[in-house]
Nanobody, 122 residues
Framework: QVQLVESGGGLVQAGGSLRLSCAASGRTFSSYAMGWFRQAPGKEREFVAA????????YYADSVKGRFTISRDNADNTVYLQMNSLKPDDTAVYYC???????????????WGQGIQVTVSS
């Protein structure tokens, strides 16, 4: 069983930065692929970024490539999403996800956090 708790969201002006954190419980964190998804009002949940169990080969949605960076610290059971050059279109609830078999761009994972709001004002 893995529990995920997101933090670091909030309100920021366009062009600003935020760093989201996702703290995971459970001894098997280091063997799980981790990722971030987001859901804006009236829209479906969409993929943002994911990273493999060893931190290799992170991959991103085209809409955030070059602006967002995903990373993980297996010693602290935490995954991060550094978000730079934020745009109003990035406004959404951001969800941390974990899966022992990997994450794809479809919003499917064995474990989800409760979500955290990110609001980017213009």
């Amino acid at each position: 069983q893995v529990q995920l708790v997101e933090s670091g969201g909030g309100l920021v002006q366009a062009g600003g930065s935020l760093r989201l954190s996702c703290a995971a419980s459970g001894r098997t964190f280091s063997s799980y692929a981790m990722g971030w998804f987001r859901q804006a009002p009236g829209k479906e949940r969409e993929f943002v970024a994911a990273i493999s169990w060893n931190g290799a080969s992170p991959y991103y949605a085209d809409s955030v490539k070059g602006r967002f960076t995903i990373s993980r610290d297996n010693a602290d059971n935490t995954v991060y999403l550094q978000m730079n050059s934020l745009k109003p279109d990035d406004t959404a609830v951001y969800y941390c996800a974990a899966d022992p078999y990997g994450l794809e761009t479809t919003p499917r994972a064995d474990y989800w956090g409760q979500g955290i709001q990110v609001t980017v004002s213009s």
